[in-house]
């Protein structure tokens, strides 16, 4: 937010794949920090800024490269802690008169181990043995630390893997404590944030009062439109802005016919009639289905969808007297990314996400109350706001909804087999507790009838693919290991219970390759 009153930690991002976990080690200890490319970072920026602290990323380059990324020079002389990454580390020895050579027996990948060499704040709660495990990922060393620094810890190819100038509050190692391969990782951090100072305030309670105080203040008396899709982000997105600015908002909750069992009614009855939301049902589900007839190619049946899906957004937020703002559930992941490495435009965001091309189509401005907040912030967002858990804690849908798991073709029929066997294995999972502990769960219908026998009759119908995985952030994934009694048990519901499927499958694919979606 702008108007920020909480303290701050920035992370000056080299490129690392893995950044993004930095960010939620700390937002995980209540501190409030954001990521930059280190090239938007300028001497102006950390003034304004005005971090607590700082935190220097990895990165894919060379600092041994001419021209390779750096950290302003500017902050060494600010008097701040700070602490550098892998990359981060080396353009920190570097800058301050060290060296960094590349080159043969240099190079460390994968699970490695680091022995001490001193007592080190940042270490408190490390070397409980004789060496701690961690993950490097690097073809380059620090063979020269700068003035100042001392050495807390080796590896066999990392002869600085911990390095310290304590009278600086500088910190420095070569391994990446953020992943889950360094065990112990997360307590360097908490180590790292109390030598900081920081009071670790970041609450979502916290959040909730700042937020409300700062809608209040962009949208003043104006009239505010939202998107609700039923999911969790724009559910909370809307909670949220109802505390904020009451009447002023309307949601318009556009029913494409492609929703699972019994949704709309599920969504549109919580916010309107448990929660006193002002929601326009548009039950548009006729439209898209007659535009989607015939279309079997993924990407035709997607750009169809998003195409009718701003064009009947803008009929109904045309009905709206005074609209001034249209909120979106845009979320931090999704503001890092639409900034890439380079500083360009990023294309990681997937055009079904948000409703992209709404402000400039409609000439409204933009209101993003959760674009400071990762996923599990926002889930514990809405526990604050009063939504129930169990709707808070959905798995994730798709902006497209079922059109994504019925490969080919979309006809009725096959839409409501699909709503029927979804609906018979979610109730599976929930029977068997597996819920919570499943990323994301759903049926696909397939493109196939197979043949099958059923009493004394022949059958041909429809096959099925069930499909589960576990995940952090959707980015990657792997197949949830259902027992085969699970897998038995609901095949057998779903062929009993659902006419028009004969055939269940499960697929065990992991992303990569994959996708999570069929489509």
Request: glycine fraction near 10%; charge should be negative.
């Amino acid at each position: 937010m702008e108007n920020s009153t909480h303290e701050r930690l920035l992370i000056i991002d080299f490129g690392s794949q893995v950044t993004q976990l930095i960010a939620r080690r700390l937002r995980e200890l209540s501190v409030y920090c954001e990521i930059h490319p280190y090239q938007n970072v300028t001497d102006a920026f950390l003034a304004d800024f005005a971090p607590k602290a700082v935190i220097l990323s990895g990165g894919p380059d060379s600092v041994t490269r001419d021209g390779s990324p750096r950290a302003p020079q500017a902050l060494f002389d600010m008097g701040i802690p700070v602490l550098g990454i892998c990359y981060g580390q080396q353009t920190m020895m570097e800058q301050l008169g060290g060296k960094v050579v590349s080159g043969e027996g240099t190079a460390e990948f994968g699970r490695a181990y680091v022995t001490p060499e001193g007592k080190l704040s940042l270490l408190d709660g490390w070397f409980m043995t004789d060496k701690e495990q961690v993950w490097m990922s690097h073809g380059d060393h620090v063979s020269e630390i700068a003035p100042g620094f001392a050495v807390y810890g080796t590896s066999p190819s990392a002869p600085y893997a911990i390095t310290a100038d304590v009278a600086r509050n500088f910190y420095a190692v070569q391994f990446h404590p953020e992943v889950h391969h360094t065990p112990n990782g997360a307590k360097l951090y908490e180590n790292f944030v109390r030598i900081a100072g920081f009071s670790g305030g970041w609450t979502m309670g916290a959040y909730r009062e700042q937020a409300i105080d700062a809608i209040k203040e962009q949208v003043g008396d104006a009239h505010v439109i939202c998107a609700l899709s039923g999911g969790v982000d724009s559910s909370v997105a809307a909670a949220l802005l109802h505390e904020a600015i009451g009447d002023q908002l309307t949601c318009v909750f556009v029913d494409h016919g492609l929703l699972r069992l019994n949704e709309a009614e599920e969504v549109v009855g919580m916010f309107r009639d448990n929660m006193n939301l002002k929601v326009i049902h548009a039950d548009e589900s006729d439209l898209f289905l007659g535009e989607l007839e015939g279309q079997s190619d993924p990407e035709t049946k997607r750009k169809i969808i998003g195409k009718l899906f701003i064009d009947v957004f803008q009929k109904y937020a045309d009905q709206i007297e005074d609209a001034a703002f249209l909120a979106q559930g845009t979320l931090y992941p999704d503001v890092i990314e639409s900034v890439s490495f380079s500083g360009g435009p990023s294309v990681t965001i997937k055009s079904h996400h948000n409703v992209g091309g709404l402000p400039e189509k409609m000439g409204l401005k933009l209101v993003e109350p959760l674009r400071e907040l990762f996923k599990d912030e926002v889930r514990a967002l809405g526990v604050e706001l009063g939504l129930p858990k169990s709707f808070i804690g959905r798995h994730p849908f798709p902006g497209p909804g079922l059109a994504i798991r019925c490969p080919g073709e979309i006809t009725r029929e096959k839409l409501e087999i699909l709503r029927k066997a979804d609906a018979v294995y979610i109730d599976q999972i929930r029977k068997h507790g597996l819920y919570d502990y499943i990323w994301q769960a759903f049926v696909a219908i397939l493109p196939v009838r197979t043949v099958g026998v059923m009493g004394d009759g022949r059958t041909y119908d429809f096959a099925c693919a069930l499909r589960a995985v576990t995940s952090v952030d959707g980015m990657t994934a792997d197949y949830y290991p259902f027992s085969h009694e699970f897998l038995g048990e609901t095949a057998t519901r779903i062929i009993n219970e659902v006419q028009g499927i004969n055939r269940v499958t499960y697929d065990i694919t992991s992303k990569p390759p994959g996708t999570i979606e069929w489509e």
